[in-house]
């Protein structure tokens, strides 16, 4: 047997995949362990796969039958920590979309990953033709396990006492999630800023809240854990209130206001407090309502917290994928600012094109308004004099059928630059060159996403100056 390097076997130990072609997700291939399956990958990528699947057992020792697997191949640390970042952010949606019912069918334990790198394995051979295969597991992307396999049998398994069966899974489910379609098809489109990141974190939090890192579920962390996850969904970067208040608030207006949730958040509440700060006697961990006479507490406080998570949840996602406002953030950023934002990129990456492109300066240049003054003449000609020899370099791409518009064009951009000149004149030549200027693939000898991308923004200038620089505009 020889090393693999920068090569892993990704094993999903208790779950599979009930579809032969398995699920291909965000650069993913996970596939089920079906012999057929099995069978495509090469001969020392099988014997190690089945190799390691001897190491999981569950319940009362029993050996896993089936399971998934994923294989992935990195050139670096960057692609591996990735790697990492992808997968937690995939088995995290995965494990939500599969308890967030509350109805208990799956655990926490049932979508953990190990990553085994098969660059660590070794082969030792001892007398009386012992062999004895040496693996390092790494579960979740957190903790390492060296595991050891000798005359086919793990000597020290890894037992997951929390899964009481191997799940399956439809393939058809997993496409077809909604939390799936929403967290990878139109994220874009959904989440602003940091908000998704926001909100994967609180998912992270929620299922952690069912599971302690294989100690089982201990009621005060959980409490706290879904406490963590509230917080992380609810409560805005910037806000500078009380938690108490922001989450009570932010509850109220996705789940409603009423007597009977406001009388629940407030002992929610004791009970956090009363674990964080240590009480003796903490408050109790079932809820008990106050007209109760019998003072019997009816539905457990976790239980509850975690309801309360997914309606929020749940409310957020509907909210976003029903009012888009699409747009919307782009009219908070003034022509001033965009200007502003363009100049800086253009200096501080010295013209060069591929580098401009990268830091988007051309989204801001492309989406310059006409219902908006704020940004002055002075930047206004400014930013074109920054732009104009990068766009005089790209004009040598225009087709012989140009020639005359490129001469033109030429003679328009060397008068803006080599001399002061009037207002009035300007909007006449940057008139000219949104008149002249040509845009469509079919014009130009090169075409790529970059020029492209300077081609589309320079047009826009061209409109935005012309209409800018006008002398009754202040």
């Not at 670096?76 to 088995?91: G, R, S, V, W």
């Not at 996403?449 to 081609?455: K, T």
Request: aromatic share 14%; glycine share 4%; hydrophobic share 40%.
């Amino acid at each position: 047997m020889k090393q693999i390097k920068n090569q892993f076997i990704i094993i999903f130990p208790y779950f599979s995949i009930d579809e032969l072609n398995g699920i291909e997700i965000d650069g993913f291939h996970i596939k089920p362990a079906y012999m057929q399956s099995i069978l495509k990958e090469n001969a020392l990528l099988r014997f190690h796969l089945l190799n390691i699947a001897k190491i999981f057992k569950y319940g009362n020792n029993y050996q896993i039958a089936y399971f998934s697997y994923s294989i992935f191949e990195y050139k670096n640390t960057k692609q591996y920590e990735t790697l990492k970042e992808k997968l937690n952010k995939l088995i995290s949606i995965l494990r939500f979309s599969q308890i967030c019912d509350l109805k208990g069918f799956t655990s926490y334990d049932n979508f953990n990953y190990f990553l085994f790198d098969l660059y660590w394995y070794r082969k030792t051979e001892l007398e009386n033709k012992r062999i004895i295969y040496h693996y390092k597991g790494m579960v979740n992307g957190e903790s390492e396990y060296d595991f050891n396999i000798e005359n086919n049998t793990a000597q020290k398994p890894y037992i997951s006492y929390n899964v009481w069966m191997p799940y399956e899974i439809t393939a058809k489910s997993v496409i077809e999630h909604e939390y799936i379609k929403k967290f990878y098809y139109v994220p874009d489109l959904l989440f602003k800023g940091n908000e998704l990141a926001k909100i994967l974190r609180a998912i992270e939090w929620f299922n952690r809240s069912f599971s302690h890192y294989g100690r089982g579920v201990d009621l005060s962390e959980a409490i706290l854990d879904i406490h963590t996850a509230l917080e992380s969904l609810l409560k805005p970067t910037e806000e500078k209130r009380g938690v108490e208040v922001q989450l009570k608030t932010s509850i109220f207006n996705f789940l409603g206001h009423s007597e009977e949730l406001n009388t629940w958040f407030e002992k929610f509440w004791k009970l956090r407090n009363s674990i964080v700060h240590g009480d003796i006697k903490p408050e109790s961990f079932v809820y008990i309502h106050p007209k109760s006479i019998a003072k019997k507490g009816h539905k457990h406080q976790l239980y509850l917290a975690r309801k309360v998570f997914v309606g929020c949840l749940n409310a957020i996602l509907k909210l976003r994928s029903e009012h888009l406002l699409l747009g919307f953030d782009e009219e908070l950023i003034s022509n001033e600012v965009r200007i502003n934002e363009a100049i800086k990129s253009i200096k501080k990456n010295k013209r060069i094109l591929k580098k401009i492109v990268k830091d988007n300066t051309f989204k801001y240049i492309s989406s310059l308004r006409h219902d908006d003054l704020s940004t002055s003449k002075e930047k206004t000609k400014e930013l074109g004099r920054l732009l104009l020899p990068i766009i005089k370099d790209d004009l040598k791409n225009l087709k012989p059928a140009y020639k005359d518009a490129k001469l033109q064009m030429e003679s328009d951009i060397d008068k803006i630059l080599a001399s002061k000149i009037k207002d009035i004149e300007l909007t006449v030549l940057y008139s000219d060159l949104e008149h002249n200027y040509p845009l469509g693939m079919q014009n130009w000898k090169n075409f790529s996403s970059e020029l492209s991308a300077l081609r589309s923004a320079a047009h826009r200038f061209f409109n935005f100056a012309s209409w800018r620089l006008m002398p009754y505009y202040d």
